[in-house]
C-alpha cells in the first residue's frame, strides 16, 4: 500500500503542500547529517486535540540547534504558531509532529556557511513498534552496535546524524527477527534503545541510566519520573550493566513514537512474567490518562491546539 502523506507542511515560514516542501540534493544536511528535529505527539481528549509538552520539546529543538551552531531564523512562539497551523489545516486531533531545522543549500564544506531551513509536519501514526506492541509488549536484542563514546557526538542533542547509529541498531534487530534493539555504552552498560529510552524495575522501583551512558534524556523519560514520583514510585538513575535486562522484573522502552512499550524478552530470555508487569501497567495508565481524564496534569504538558 502506497504512503498516504498530509496535505499540508509548514516549510520556511509558510505552509505550502506536502510535495512542494523540498530541499536541494546539495543540501548541507544531505551531504553531512547537520540536522536538529523533534518529535512530538497531538492526542485527541475530552476537551478538544492538545499537543504534550509543546514548549519543553521546542526548548529542546533550540538546545540541540546551540550545540551545533545553529541559530534559527524563527523564534519559539512562532514554531509554536506553525505547529497549531499545520494540525488544523491537516485536520488532525492525535498525531505526530516532526519539527526540523538543518542547514540548507549555501557553501561547500563542513564549516560552511549555509541558510538554516526550517520544516514542521504532521502526520497520523498509531504505535511506533506495532499495534500490539503497547499491550502485549515487543521481543528485543542486544545490538552488536555500541552508542558513541562521550565527546565524540554529543548524545544530548537530538541531530539527524545521531540517528546513523539508531539505524544499525534497528536494522540489526529486525534481520534478527527482534522487534527492538537494545545499545550498550562506550563502557559496555546499558544505554538505551535504537530511539527510545530503558527503565527496569527492581521490586517495584524504576531504574533508569544516567545521561552519561550516551542517552538522549527524553522527555518521554522525564515525563515518566515524575509521573512516578507523584505516584510514591521509587525512580532510580544509576549504571546498569546487560545482564540486569534478563534479571529485571519488568522491562520497558519509552519514547514519543514508541510511548510505553513493554519488553518481554531480552536476548530470547523472557524478562519477569513474560508480559507487562504491574509497574508498567501502572504507569501506562497515568500516562494515558493525562489524555482521557484520569491522571490530573499537575505540570501543564497538555498544551490546546
Excluded at 115 to 124: E, G, L, S
Excluded at 277 to 288: A, D, K
Aim: hydrophobic share 40%.
Amino acid at each position: 500500500m502506497a504512503q498516504q502523506y498530509p496535505d499540508w507542511v509548514w516549510h520556511n515560514g509558510s505552509i505550502k503542500p506536502w510535495k512542494d516542501a523540498t530541499a536541494h540534493v546539495m543540501s548541507h544536511a544531505l551531504n553531512y547529517g547537520s540536522s536538529v528535529f523533534e518529535g512530538i505527539r497531538s492526542y485527541a481528549t475530552p476537551s478538544g486535540a492538545v499537543i504534550f509538552r509543546l514548549t519543553d520539546h521546542l526548548r529542546r529543538l533550540y538546545h540541540s540547534a546551540k550545540i551545533y551552531d545553529m541559530v534559527l531564523p524563527y523564534s519559539a512562539e512562532e514554531l509554536a504558531a506553525a505547529t497549531r497551523e499545520v494540525i488544523t489545516r491537516n485536520r488532525l486531533t492525535a498525531s505526530y509532529i516532526r519539527p526540523l531545522a538543518y542547514r540548507g543549500l549555501g557553501g561547500f564544506g563542513l564549516s560552511a556557511d549555509t541558510p538554516i531551513d526550517v520544516a514542521i509536519a504532521a502526520w497520523p501514526m498509531g504505535p511506533y513498534l506495532g499495534p500490539e506492541a503497547l499491550e502485549t509488549g515487543i521481543t528485543a536484542c542486544v545490538s552488536s552496535w555500541q552508542r558513541f563514546a562521550p565527546n565524540t557526538i554529543p548524545a544530548g542533542a537530538k541531530a539527524g546524524g545521531n540517528y546513523l547509529s539508531g539505524q544499525l541498531i534497528a536494522r540489526e534487530a529486525r534481520e534478527r527477527g527482534f522487534g527492538e534493539g537494545i545499545a550498550l555504552s562506550a563502557s559496555g552498560l546499558l544505554s538505551e534503545g535504537a530511539g527510545e529510552n530503558l527503565f527496569l524495575v527492581f521490586d517495584g522501583a524504576l531504574h533508569t541510566a544516567p545521561a552519561s551512558a550516551s542517552i538522549l534524556a527524553g522527555i518521554t523519560r522525564d515525563s515518566l519520573r515524575k509521573l512516578a514520583r507523584a505516584e510514591g514510585i521509587d525512580v532510580v538513575e544509576r549504571d546498569l550493566p546487560r545482564e540486569y535486562l534478563y534479571l529485571a522484573d519488568e522491562v520497558f522502552m519509552c519514547g514519543t513514537a514508541a510511548e510505553i512499550t513493554p519488553i518481554r524478552s531480552v536476548d530470547g530470555k523472557q524478562v519477569g512474567a513474560g508480559k507487562a508487569g504491574p509497574v508498567t501497567r501502572r504507569l501506562q495508565e497515568l500516562f494515558f490518562g493525562l489524555f482521557d481524564g484520569r491522571t490530573r496534569d499537575q505540570w501543564g504538558w497538555l498544551e490546546k491546539v
